[in-house]
Nanobody, 124 residues
């Protein structure tokens, strides 16, 4: 497993932007596909975005497509989520996850490690 720590959450007005970071420990970080999920109070964890081990392939939930961008810097053992044009419905705790092996995964059951989460609140 890999240890993950998210940062960058906060309060932003609708239409604004935030950039989240997920720092990973472990020498094999580049072997993992990575993803971002979010969870609002009383709701199930929801897929947001994922990226392959090399960073060459990305996948996004329809709800964030065109607004969010996932990227990774394997040299820094870090994955990012750039969030633009934020909406109140984006409000949630955002979690970074490391998938098993290289394959992109969009369900939480296919992720082996999670960060502690970072709160994103979008005001209307």
């Amino acid at each position: 497993q890999v240890q993950l720590v998210e940062s960058g959450g906060g309060l932003v007005q609708a239409g604004g932007s935030l950039s989240l970071s997920c720092a990973a420990s472990g020498r094999t970080f580049s072997s993992y596909a990575m993803g971002w999920f979010r969870q609002a109070p009383g709701k199930a964890r929801e897929f947001v975005a994922a990226i392959s081990w090399s960073g060459g392939s990305t996948t996004y939930a329809d709800s964030v497509k065109g607004r969010f961008t996932i990227s990774r810097d394997n040299a820094k053992n870090t994955v990012y989520l750039q969030m633009n044009s934020l909406k109140p419905e984006d409000t949630a705790v955002y979690y970074c996850g490391a998938a098993r092996f290289h394959s992109i995964a969009i369900v939480p059951e296919n992720y082996g490690s999670w960060g502690q989460g970072t709160q994103v609140t979008v005001s209307s």
